[in-house]
């Protein structure tokens, strides 16, 4: 267990951003699948790219998360015990 919690999953402009173009994007693009609406789908596409291009610009003006050290992993030195 870590011994330091970082909690800051989605807590950032950059991905709420992202996330919610990403989210009508994917509405779009099956509400024009499903109804055959090419513009539609063509629309959710776009905006798929938008959205990926908007949360790595945000992210790089200073609005997504600050990046933490990944945790090491504890390595125990202790011997091996033998079972005789």
Excluded: C
Excluded at 9 to 24: E, F, N, P, R
Excluded at 30 to 52: H, K
């Amino acid at each position: 267990m870590a011994e330091e919690h970082l909690d800051n999953h989605g807590k950032s402009v950059a991905s709420w951003t992202a996330v919610g173009i990403l989210l009508t994007a994917a509405a779009l693009i099956a509400i024009g699948v499903y109804f055959g609406l090419d513009i539609l789908t063509w629309i959710g596409v776009v905006l798929v790219v938008v959205g990926a291009i908007a949360g790595k610009a945000l992210t790089a003006a200073g609005f997504g998360s600050d990046p933490h050290p990944a945790p090491q992993a504890r390595v125990s030195h202790a011997e091996p015990q033998s079972n005789h």
